[in-house]
């Protein structure tokens, strides 16, 4: 079986256990071996599994309490079954009446459709998501975390070097990923950023603060400059926050393990920024004695108009805003939400003189530059008294015009919005008037119209055709039977039957036992073979089909009006706002805030527009991206997986200042860098960069003295030089050969690589007496023509040609000719052939041509590196085998690193060519599998309840597997290991709700947020697993063998 075939089977089986999971919960059966029968004999139709079911008088079982969840067995079931608490329609099922039971699922089935239908998510999604929020919840008090989750950095320098220009990221410090989102939003807005930059404090804070604000504000807008100054100039790929968050933490009262909401952290944010400017302000003062306006408050509040009724009494009141809250559940986009918003109660009463019903309007009479909204994401689960998440989808614009919503247009707005409300009530009624034409008749099965007058066309039109009931049964008779014996009269038949029975049974009970079909089984002889009418004449045939042909076409016209007219309905709705009166108040999108979990647990990022690049970025802590539309799209818009946008951040058009870059008073070029910076914070991030300069240049010297030193101890081991002969000590000591090909004892690589170089020594010697020079020119030609058919010739991928000899992957990747002529004379050069004089002349020739080859002709640093990617691919190769093979014999730990690496290292060299490294979908494959089947196994060792499994269990996900997320989530257009990631968090997420003891509870909390907090940063990996040496024959032999036990691996086995 192939990889792909394994893949299909998977997925086959995770389809079969979706419909056993809700055959269990319409029937309530949970017998799994009765479930799967029922599956079996209807092919996989739920409705007819359901009936087969009822049919055999299933009992419901009785239980002693209700729950919401029944566990099937471990071995049998992987996902846990979700049930209903209560059911809005009632029907009794304790009697023994069919209908009641049918008519109940039915019920069950279409209201689980329908709701698939309008969310994407199933009934068991939903409730196994609702009773995640609720456990978290619950935990959450009473949880005494051990430690906090924090993002190591690597140890090489280097690898967190600031490449070009591109932004800096922020490191997450533990469960900070809010405070990224937020302030990466924010620094993005250059007008904020230059307001912080160029912040100074006032100048009677040089004392002692004075009160609680100044000893908080300040402090922290020191911080914060700081912060902004580093994401500026630093030469480092992401910056430490801490000193800013620990500010703030100790403000929320929190511990470092809690995560913040969005939402509250920006308005404290907001609040404390406006406090800091606020101070700024009271000190200066303009010369007629007015305070200077506060930036902050100009940049992010603004301004409504609310227009009520109150008992009777009408109202007019003016009030500020920050963040404007708009309510999610319910509404299909941003633009019904704020309508909702903008309306709240009886605002028909707003209109009228006297009335005492209550509503309000809201008016905008100033927006903010920067205009913000909170997507109120979580609702109250009453049953559950805890908050859940709402995933349902919401989609919002790239550009918001916001001229509806002002107070100057009220009028004009309050016309639109009367229209829209007669053309959707009109639309209601179309829409009810097609569905009785898509949808006809008085069962529960209903059918369109049309198509009923087509069918009942096709019936009246049919010709009877009668065939005898003999030719239907020859067509299924037995392989034993006989024409002849089937084609006989029914008295021959008859008696032949009674000739062949014992004469001692009675005749009644001879002809009871031989069943015949033509007497008590017989198929009436005039039944025809398809439905058509028995009796119907020219006339009558030739009315009705004139009357069905013109009740069709009749039909078919109203319901292309009528989806007509809904059509011009919808186009009216849409087009009402797009006039250019309407299209004044333009907001772009600026950064989307998204949010992925539930209600109390998850991780935050941000999506933010470069106005410059005209592209989105996505800014994940340390992680900065180029991104796009439509992955924002998918990731923000909610009803897939469980991301959504949490705020969405809109700038405003008119206003560019905003979004425009400094320049040079002087000179016009626009400031950059260091340049942006005042001199104070100029010289911070100059002192930060060279700390990071000087821990580069220790890193390196470091590296430099390992290097030294591990090639003094292989100079060591190499022992006792052998002699040089006459001729050989006048070559001059040439570089080392590669590793590959020459070690520091004769070795089986080094004999296979030598055999080949004897034999081609021999075959260009065999016919004639040569001298060492031309032996060595056509041994030279041979052994080429050899790798180069190698490198041609067209082979299934466990035939890897690559490993036999460098030249073959130095052809496949198209390396200069230099390259594979040196290597070939180094390969000739090798001192270790044969002691025999004649190879020994062929050596010393390719020693002195080797010496003339001029350091122009062949670039040493190129060649290196050719050397180096090719020792790098055996190493990928013993990486994939050794972890094929453990994969193999089920040892999943011990696979895993060899599999990471191997993908990591073929990425890379990938990265330089396609044939640099090995299958990238393969060895994807198996990495995830391997993830796969460890997340099964810990899920397994927790299930059994035992302490010492159940930490066995999480050690393994804490240890081996939520390290290797962020790998499979990095690549986001990978989307089998996003699904993959999503299953290993649903099978732990569906443990909540269950019955356990209180410390398997607290540690299911503990290790859930660390699972759904996966930020695509890589954290700290152990060293690579020491590999093992194989002679060139060896590696090759033993990976041609792994690659062909994978098409014989069975799908359970992989």
Same mark, same amino acid.
């Given at each position: 079986?192939?990889?792909?075939?394994?893949?299909?089977?998977?997925?086959?089986?995770?389809?079969?256990?979706?419909?056993?999971?809700?055959?269990?919960?319409?029937?309530?059966?949970?017998?799994?071996?009765?479930?799967?029968?029922?599956?079996?004999?209807?092919?996989?139709?739920?409705?007819?599994?359901?009936?087969?079911?009822?049919?055999?008088?299933?009992?419901?079982?009785?239980?002693?309490?209700?729950?919401?969840?029944?566990?099937?067995?471990?071995?049998?079931?992987?996902?846990?079954?979700?049930?209903?608490?209560?059911?809005?329609?009632?029907?009794?099922?304790?009697?023994?009446?069919?209908?009641?039971?049918?008519?109940?699922?039915?019920?069950?089935?279409?209201?689980?459709?329908?709701?698939?239908?309008?969310?994407?998510?199933?009934?068991?999604?939903?409730?196994?998501?609702?009773?995640?929020?609720?456990?978290?919840?619950?935990?959450?008090?009473?949880?005494?975390?051990?430690?906090?989750?924090?993002?190591?950095?690597?140890?090489?320098?280097?690898?967190?070097?600031?490449?070009?220009?591109?932004?800096?990221?922020?490191?997450?410090?533990?469960?900070?990923?809010?405070?990224?989102?937020?302030?990466?939003?924010?620094?993005?807005?250059?007008?904020?950023?230059?307001?912080?930059?160029?912040?100074?404090?006032?100048?009677?804070?040089?004392?002692?603060?004075?009160?609680?604000?100044?000893?908080?504000?300040?402090?922290?807008?020191?911080?914060?400059?700081?912060?902004?100054?580093?994401?500026?100039?630093?030469?480092?790929?992401?910056?430490?926050?801490?000193?800013?968050?620990?500010?703030?933490?100790?403000?929320?009262?929190?511990?470092?393990?809690?995560?913040?909401?969005?939402?509250?952290?920006?308005?404290?944010?907001?609040?404390?920024?406006?406090?800091?400017?606020? &101070?700024?302000?009271?000190?200066?003062?303009?010369?007629?004695?007015?305070?200077?306006?506060?930036?902050?408050?100009?940049?992010?509040?603004?301004?409504?108009?609310?227009?009520?009724?109150?008992?009777?009494?009408?109202?007019?009141?003016?009030?500020? /805003?920050?963040?404007?809250? *708009?309510?999610?559940?319910? /509404?299909?986009?941003?633009?019904? #939400?704020?309508?909702?918003?903008?309306?709240?109660?009886?605002?028909?009463?707003?209109?009228?003189?006297?009335?005492?019903?209550?509503? =309000?309007?809201?008016?905008?009479?100033?927006?903010?530059?920067?205009?913000?909204?909170?997507?109120?994401?979580?609702?109250?689960?009453?049953?559950?008294? %805890?908050?859940?998440?709402?995933?349902?989808?919401?989609?919002?614009?790239?550009? @918001?015009?916001?001229?509806?919503?002002?107070?100057?247009?009220?009028?004009?707005? !309050? +016309?639109? !919005?009367?229209?829209?409300?007669?053309?959707?009530?009109?639309?209601?009624?179309?829409?009810?008037?097609?569905?009785?034409?898509?949808?006809?008749?008085?069962?529960?099965?209903?059918?369109?119209?049309?198509?009923?007058?087509?069918?009942?066309?096709? /019936?009246?039109?049919?010709?009877?055709? #009668?065939?005898?009931?003999?030719?239907?049964?020859?067509?299924?008779?037995?392989?034993?039977?006989?024409?002849?014996?089937?084609?006989?009269?029914?008295?021959?038949?008859?008696?032949?039957?009674?000739?062949?029975?014992?004469?001692?049974?009675?005749?009644?009970? =001879?002809?009871?036992?031989?069943?015949?079909?033509?007497?008590?089984?017989?198929?009436?002889?005039?039944?025809?073979?398809?439905?058509?009418?028995?009796?119907?004449?020219?006339?009558?045939?030739?009315?009705?089909?004139?009357?069905?042909?013109?009740?069709?076409?009749?039909?078919?016209?109203?319901?292309?009006?009528?989806?007509?007219?809904?059509?011009?309905?919808?186009?009216?709705?849409?087009? &009402?706002?797009?006039?250019?009166?309407?299209?004044?108040?333009?907001?772009?999108?600026?950064?989307?805030?998204?949010?992925?979990?539930?209600?109390?647990?998850?991780?935050?990022?941000?999506?933010?527009?470069?106005?410059?690049?005209?592209?989105?970025?996505?800014?994940?802590?340390?992680?900065?991206?180029?991104?796009?539309?439509?992955?924002?799209?998918?990731?923000?818009?909610?009803?897939?997986?469980?991301?959504?946008?949490?705020?969405? &951040?809109?700038?405003?058009?008119?206003?560019?200042?905003?979004?425009?870059?400094?320049?040079?008073?002087?000179?016009?070029?626009?400031?950059?860098?260091?340049?942006?910076?005042?001199?104070?914070?100029?010289?911070?991030?100059?002192?930060?960069?060279?700390?990071?300069?000087?821990?580069?240049?220790?890193?390196?010297?470091?590296?430099?003295?390992?290097?030294?030193?591990?090639?003094?101890?292989?100079?060591?081991?190499?022992?006792?030089?052998?002699?040089?002969?006459?001729?050989?000590?006048?070559?001059?000591?040439?570089?080392?050969?590669?590793?590959?090909?020459?070690?520091?004892?004769?070795?089986?690589?080094?004999?296979?690589?030598?055999?080949?170089?004897?034999?081609?020594?021999?075959?260009?010697?065999?016919?004639?007496?040569?001298?060492?020079?031309?032996?060595?020119?056509?041994?030279?030609?041979?052994?080429?023509?050899?790798?180069? !058919? *190698?490198?041609?010739?067209?082979?299934?991928?466990?035939?890897?040609?690559?490993?036999?000899?460098?030249?073959?992957?130095?052809?496949?990747?198209?390396?200069?000719?230099?390259?594979?002529?040196?290597?070939?004379?180094?390969?000739?050069?090798? !001192?270790?052939?044969?002691?025999?004089?004649?190879?020994?002349?062929?050596?010393?020739?390719?020693?002195?041509? *080797?010496?003339?080859?001029?350091?122009?002709?062949?670039?040493?640093?190129?060649?290196?590196?050719?050397?180096?990617?090719?020792?790098?691919?055996?190493?990928?190769?013993?990486?994939?085998?050794?972890?094929?093979?453990?994969?193999?014999?089920?040892?999943?730990?011990?696979?895993?690193?060899?599999?990471?690496?191997?993908?990591?290292?073929?990425?890379?060299? +990938?990265?330089?060519?396609?044939?640099?490294?090995?299958?990238?979908?393969?060895?994807?494959?198996? %990495?995830?599998? #391997?993830?796969?089947?460890?997340?099964?196994?810990?899920?397994?060792?927790?299930?059994?309840?035992?302490?010492?499994?159940?930490?066995?269990?999480?050690?393994?996900?804490?240890?081996?597997?939520?390290?290797?997320?962020?790998?499979? @989530?990095?690549?986001?257009?990978?989307?089998?290991?996003?699904?993959?990631?999503?299953?290993?968090?649903?099978?732990?997420?569906?443990?909540?709700?269950?019955?356990?003891?209180?410390?398997?509870?607290?540690? +299911?909390?503990?290790?859930?947020?660390? *699972?759904?907090?996966?930020?695509?940063?890589?954290?700290?990996?152990?060293?690579?697993?020491?590999?093992?040496?194989?002679?060139?024959?060896?590696?090759?032999?033993?990976?041609?063998?792994?690659?062909?036990?994978?098409?014989?691996?069975?799908?359970?086995?992989?």
């Amino acid at each position: 079986m192939t990889v792909e075939q394994n893949v299909l089977q998977q997925h086959s089986q995770k389809h079969q256990q979706t419909l056993l999971n809700q055959l269990r919960e319409v029937t309530g059966t949970t017998d799994i071996q009765l479930l799967q029968q029922a599956l079996q004999v209807s092919n996989g139709d739920l409705g007819d599994a359901v009936a087969f079911l009822t049919e055999k008088n299933v009992k419901v079982p009785q239980h002693e309490e209700d729950t919401y969840y029944q566990t099937a067995q471990i071995g049998n079931d992987r996902y846990i079954s979700v049930g209903s608490q209560a059911d809005t329609s009632i029907i009794d099922l304790t009697g023994d009446d069919k209908d009641d039971l049918q008519r109940a699922i039915a019920l069950s089935l279409e209201e689980s459709n329908r709701a698939f239908r309008e969310t994407g998510i199933t009934d068991e999604e939903q409730a196994i998501s609702r009773v995640l929020e609720a456990s978290i919840a619950e935990n959450k008090a009473s949880l005494k975390r051990t430690h906090t989750e924090v993002w190591t950095d690597s140890p090489n320098p280097h690898d967190r070097k600031r490449i070009d220009n591109c932004p800096v990221g922020l490191k997450n410090v533990g469960n900070t990923c809010w405070f990224s989102a937020v302030i990466q939003s924010l620094f993005n807005l250059l007008e904020f950023q230059r307001l912080v930059l160029h912040y100074s404090p006032p100048t009677y804070t040089t004392d002692l603060p004075r009160n609680q604000k100044e000893r908080r504000n300040l402090p922290f807008m020191r911080e914060l400059r700081r912060l902004f100054s580093l994401m500026v100039g630093s030469k480092r790929k992401y910056v430490d926050p801490s000193k800013a968050v620990e500010i703030l933490k100790e403000a929320f009262k929190s511990n470092d393990s809690q995560q913040q909401d969005v939402s509250e952290f920006t308005h404290k944010l907001l609040d404390w920024l406006e406090d800091a400017f606020q &101070m700024k302000a009271d000190e200066e003062r303009t010369r007629d004695g007015e305070k200077p306006k506060n930036p902050m408050v100009e940049l992010f509040y603004g301004r409504f108009l609310a227009v009520g009724v109150h008992e009777g009494k009408k109202f007019e009141n003016i009030e500020t /805003f920050g963040q404007y809250p *708009l309510q999610v559940n319910g /509404f299909k986009d941003l633009h019904e #939400c704020l309508e909702a918003a903008m309306v709240e109660g009886e605002i028909e009463s707003l209109h009228s003189e006297n009335c005492a019903k209550s509503g =309000q309007e809201h008016w905008f009479t100033e927006l903010p530059p920067v205009l913000t909204f909170e997507l109120s994401r979580f609702e109250f689960n009453q049953a559950l008294g %805890r908050p859940e998440k709402i995933h349902n989808k919401l989609e919002f614009p790239q550009m @918001l015009y916001m001229d509806r919503y002002m107070d100057k247009n009220r009028e004009i707005t !309050r +016309l639109k !919005r009367e229209e829209i409300r007669r053309l959707k009530e009109h639309l209601t009624l179309l829409q009810q008037r097609l569905e009785r034409y898509l949808s006809y008749g008085s069962g529960p099965k209903r059918f369109p119209l049309a198509d009923v007058l087509q069918y009942a066309l096709e /019936f009246a039109s049919s010709k009877p055709v #009668c065939a005898s009931p003999i030719e239907d049964i020859d067509t299924t008779a037995p392989p034993g039977g006989t024409t002849s014996s089937l084609t006989t009269s029914n008295a021959t038949e008859q008696g032949s039957a009674s000739s062949t029975d014992s004469s001692a049974t009675p005749p009644l009970q =001879q002809r009871s036992v031989v069943h015949k079909p033509f007497t008590q089984s017989r198929i009436p002889p005039d039944l025809p073979m398809h439905p058509a009418p028995r009796h119907i004449t020219e006339d009558e045939l030739r009315v009705l089909e004139g009357c069905l042909h013109r009740w069709r076409t009749e039909v078919e016209k109203d319901t292309r009006d009528l989806q007509e007219s809904i059509a011009r309905i919808y186009r009216t709705i849409e087009v &009402m706002y797009t006039d250019k009166s309407m299209s004044q108040v333009p907001y772009r999108l600026h950064a989307v805030l998204v949010h992925e979990g539930q209600a109390n647990a998850g991780h935050y990022w941000a999506y933010i527009f470069n106005h410059h690049q005209r592209r989105w970025m996505k800014y994940n802590d340390i992680s900065v991206t180029k991104s796009s539309w439509e992955e924002l799209v998918r990731d923000s818009f909610g009803g897939y997986r469980n991301a959504s946008a949490y705020c969405l &951040m809109y700038i405003n058009s008119n206003k560019p200042f905003l979004i425009e870059e400094e320049y040079d008073k002087e000179t016009g070029q626009m400031l950059t860098g260091l340049d942006k910076l005042p001199s104070d914070l100029k010289d911070y991030v100059k002192e930060d960069n060279q700390q990071f300069e000087k821990e580069i240049a220790e890193w390196d010297f470091q590296q430099a003295r390992k290097a030294q030193q591990k090639q003094l101890a292989t100079v060591a081991s190499l022992g006792a030089v052998e002699e040089a002969s006459p001729l050989t000590a006048a070559v001059p000591a040439l570089l080392h050969d590669p590793e590959y090909m020459e070690q520091p004892s004769p070795t089986d690589d080094l004999q296979d690589l030598n055999k080949c170089t004897e034999d081609a020594i021999s075959k260009a010697s065999e016919h004639e007496a040569k001298g060492p020079e031309a032996i060595f020119d056509s041994a030279i030609r041979i052994e080429y023509t050899r790798l180069m !058919r *190698l490198a041609q010739e067209d082979t299934a991928p466990e035939n890897d040609y690559r490993l036999k000899h460098a030249i073959v992957y130095f052809i496949h990747n198209q390396a200069p000719k230099k390259i594979l002529e040196r290597t070939l004379l180094e390969q000739f050069a090798s !001192r270790n052939l044969c002691f025999d004089e004649r190879y020994k002349d062929i050596t010393t020739v390719a020693r002195i041509k *080797l010496e003339l080859i001029k350091p122009s002709e062949v670039n040493m640093e190129e060649y290196e590196i050719w050397h180096q990617d090719y020792r790098s691919f055996r190493e990928t190769t013993i990486y994939f085998m050794i972890g094929l093979e453990l994969f193999q014999k089920k040892s999943y730990v011990e696979a895993l690193m060899y599999l990471i690496f191997a993908y990591q290292y073929n990425k890379e060299l +990938l990265s330089k060519g396609q044939y640099r490294g090995h299958d990238e979908n393969l060895l994807s494959h198996y %990495r995830r599998e #391997c993830l796969l089947k460890l997340n099964e196994h810990a899920a397994g060792l927790f299930e059994s309840g035992d302490d010492q499994e159940v930490n066995n269990g999480l050690s393994i996900m804490n240890e081996l597997v939520v390290p290797c997320l962020p790998l499979l @989530l990095i690549d986001e257009l990978e989307e089998k290991d996003v699904v993959a990631v999503e299953d290993m968090r649903n099978r732990w997420c569906s443990y909540l709700g269950q019955e356990m003891e209180a410390n398997l509870q607290e540690k +299911l909390t503990d290790f859930l947020p660390k *699972l759904l907090d996966c930020s695509t940063e890589i954290k700290t990996f152990r060293d690579p697993p020491k590999l093992p040496s194989y002679s060139t024959n060896e590696l090759y032999e033993r990976f041609k063998k792994v690659m062909l036990s994978l098409s014989r691996t069975p799908a359970d086995g992989r």
